[in-house]
């Protein structure tokens, strides 16, 4: 027998001996992994998740949440669920690459103008459809979670893309996300998450890009002068499980679960939306870094220089994915 197949026949005993005890009484047990804090969308997503699952099936179902890449890593995770041991997830769509090229259009810079027209081509027909693009490989995806709008964060002011030229920025696990850094001429680096902060305030990178939620609750505004506030990128998550383990719940248990996590995402995307303004605003006032505001002209040399990337991936992700994401801008 591969090595492939002994893993597999493991973690089909995993969740067979995991159901099973469900039938003899014990509870189910979820665990949910992530890489940031617990004051941040995925954060709260999560932990809301964990108390509507205990107020609504406890006993039946026990959500055990792990923030902070406590138990694993975004490059360890979705392996670590393919072998049964954690259920569920949420990596930025910029980390399913080795599993997918259709999430990558979630990457291309300045495709969508804000989380209206995010919100409107993940709901409709196109975007639905990506939940399943990972099926192949025996991963479901469950929803959208939001988290935000990038900004470009830098130990030098950034106004237009000339400014970059030269520069080291980490960045998610994503072709993508390298060719629109190599666009500016810079030197993209991919790094963990639990890494980017002693990358800054040990000069390993002059810059990163993340959401407000991500730089205030990682402290980054303390290690890194400025951040021009750009806008140019989505980061948003897939809330993904196993399609074994899904289509193993019991049938009493799955809707319930199901209401459970939908209500937990609204919950979470609620705390994005209040997230955007308030952690701005946050690290604003600590007076650390100094937010750049662009002028539509400067914006629009970043637009033009990012924008070019969109060709290189277009055959991977398929043009009539892109045209429904720029329609959802309407
Ligand atoms: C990152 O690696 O910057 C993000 O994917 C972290 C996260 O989960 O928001």
């Given at each position: 027998?591969?090595?492939k197949k002994?893993?597999?026949?493991?973690?089909?005993?995993v969740?067979?001996?995991g159901?099973?005890?469900?039938?003899?009484?014990?509870?189910?047990?979820?665990?949910?992994?992530?890489?940031?804090?617990?004051?941040?969308?995925?954060?709260?997503?999560?932990?809301?998740?964990?108390?509507?699952?205990?107020?609504?099936?406890?006993?039946?179902?026990?959500?055990?949440?792990?923030?902070n890449?406590?138990?694993?890593?975004?490059?360890?995770?979705?392996s670590?669920?393919?072998?049964?041991?954690?259920?569920?997830?949420?990596?930025?769509?910029?980390?399913?690459?080795?599993?997918?090229?259709?999430?990558?259009?979630?990457?291309?810079?300045?495709?969508?103008?804000d989380?209206?027209?995010?919100?409107?081509?993940?709901?409709?027909?196109?975007?639905?459809?990506?939940?399943?693009?990972?099926?192949?490989?025996?991963?479901?995806?469950?929803?959208?979670?939001h988290?935000?709008?990038?900004?470009?964060?830098?130990s030098?002011p950034?106004?237009?893309?000339?400014?970059?030229?030269?520069?080291?920025?980490?960045?998610?696990?994503?072709?993508?996300?390298?060719?629109?850094f190599?666009?500016?001429?810079?030197?993209?680096l991919k790094?963990?998450?639990?890494?980017?902060?002693?990358?800054?305030?040990?000069?390993?990178?002059?810059?990163?890009?993340?959401?407000?939620?991500?730089?205030?609750?990682?402290?980054?505004?303390?290690?890194?002068?400025?951040?021009?506030?750009?806008?140019?990128?989505?980061?948003?998550?897939m809330?993904?499980?196993?399609?074994?383990?899904?289509?193993?719940?019991?049938?009493?248990?799955?809707?319930?679960?199901?209401?459970?996590?939908?209500?937990a995402?609204?919950?979470?995307?609620?705390?994005?939306?209040?997230?955007?303004?308030?952690?701005?605003?946050?690290?604003?006032?600590?007076?650390?870094?100094?937010?750049?505001?662009l002028?539509?002209?400067e914006?629009q040399?970043?637009?033009?220089?990012?924008?070019?990337?969109?060709?290189?991936?277009?055959?991977?992700?398929?043009?009539?994915?892109?045209?429904?994401?720029?329609?959802a801008?309407?």
């Open positions: 027998m591969s090595v002994v893993l597999h026949a493991m973690a089909v005993m969740l067979v001996l159901l099973a005890g469900a039938a003899f009484g014990a509870p189910i047990v979820i665990k949910f992994s992530h890489v940031v804090a617990e004051d941040t969308p995925k954060g709260q997503m999560a932990n809301k998740f964990r108390d509507l699952v205990k107020e609504r099936l406890g006993g039946k179902v026990v959500v055990e949440v792990y923030p890449s406590q138990l694993f890593d975004d490059d360890k995770v979705m670590a669920m393919l072998l049964g041991d954690v259920q569920l997830g949420a990596p930025a769509l910029s980390k399913f690459e080795k599993y997918t090229k259709k999430l990558q259009i979630f990457d291309l810079p300045f495709l969508f103008k989380m209206t027209a995010v919100d409107a081509f993940q709901s409709g027909p196109k975007g639905q459809e990506l939940l399943n693009s990972m099926k192949g490989v025996g991963i479901l995806g469950l929803g959208y979670i988290n935000g709008l990038k900004q470009l964060g830098s030098k950034l106004r237009v893309p000339a400014d970059a030229k030269g520069l080291k920025f980490r960045i998610m696990t994503s072709d993508v996300l390298a060719a629109q190599e666009a500016l001429q810079a030197v993209p790094k963990p998450f639990s890494e980017v902060f002693t990358l800054l305030q040990t000069r390993a990178i002059d810059g990163q890009e993340n959401t407000w939620s991500n730089m205030y609750t990682q402290k980054m505004h303390e290690v890194q002068p400025y951040i021009t506030e750009s806008n140019h990128g989505l980061l948003d998550y809330l993904v499980t196993t399609v074994e383990f899904w289509e193993g719940l019991p049938k009493d248990i799955k809707p319930e679960l199901e209401k459970c996590l939908k209500d995402t609204a919950y979470g995307n609620k705390v994005s939306a209040d997230k955007e303004v308030g952690d701005r605003k946050l690290i604003k006032d600590s007076g650390r870094t100094q937010i750049i505001e002028t539509p002209a914006r040399q970043w637009v033009e220089a990012m924008k070019p990337v969109w060709k290189k991936f277009e055959g991977e992700i398929g043009k009539d994915m892109i045209d429904a994401a720029v329609a801008n309407k």
